[in-house]
């Protein structure tokens, strides 16, 4: 989170209206404080269940899932990759 919570915040301020900041970094911190929980949860519950290997497996699992649809929207958007 350290190295792209920066990044996300200056993309949500490059991207808003000025009269709009505080709905906006509101809703973003909203977003982003319900997928911390979410992601807490399930690692916590596979860590009970199955142990640390199932939950750094699982990820292992969701990285290698983003990295691959990062890599699909890229071939099929290619002028996104030019900003």
Same mark, same amino acid.
């Given at each position: 989170? !350290?190295?792209?919570? &920066? @990044? $996300?915040?200056? @993309?949500?301020? *490059?991207?808003? /209206? +000025? /009269? $709009?900041y505080g709905t906006a970094f509101g809703l973003f911190n909203l977003f982003s404080g319900v997928a911390v929980l979410l992601a807490s949860v399930i690692a916590g519950t596979l860590w009970d269940a199955f142990g640390a290997p199932a939950t750094f497996l699982a990820g292992a699992a969701f +990285?290698?899932?983003?990295?691959? &649809? @990062? $890599? +699909?929207?890229?071939?099929?958007? /290619? !002028? !996104?990759?030019? *900003?």
């Open positions: 989170m !350290a190295f792209t919570q &920066g @990044l $996300l915040a200056k @993309l949500v301020a *490059d991207t808003t /209206p +000025a /009269p $709009l +990285a290698t899932a983003t990295a691959l &649809g @990062l $890599l +699909a929207y890229r071939t099929r958007h /290619p !002028a !996104a990759e030019q *900003d």
